[in-house]
């Protein structure tokens, strides 16, 4: 079974990172976007299994994007997680309070990546 992950963060190097890491998995479709917003309307039309989440965005920040992913039908059961480099215990409490699924620290390794979101899923 193929699992469809959305990879979410605002910078361009990291998120082709990340994507390319996560490619490596046969299991997974990886698709990615640069924005809360664009998340949001993306994972609607898309149905991913999985969402990583860059915590700290222009605009609309990752707490935010799952707000809004929470409030439309589409993604309110979509499992998320957080990207952030603020992964300190009083960080990942907050932020599973908000219904996150798990937390991956910034910076990742690119070679563990797959293995963490599997983990996850």
Known sequence: MTARILYVDDEDD???IAAMALEL???FLVRDCGSGRAAVSL???WKPDLILL???MPEMDGPATLAALRAQ???AD???AFITARAGRDDAERLAGLGACGIIAKPFDPMTL???VRALL
């Open 14 to 16: 990291i998120r082709e």
């Open 25 to 27: 998995d046969p299991g």
């Open 43 to 45: 994972a609607a039309e």
């Open 54 to 56: 860059d915590v700290m």
């Open 73 to 75: 039908a589409e993604t």
């Open 78 to 80: 979509t499992p998320v």
């Open 114 to 116: 797959a293995a963490q």
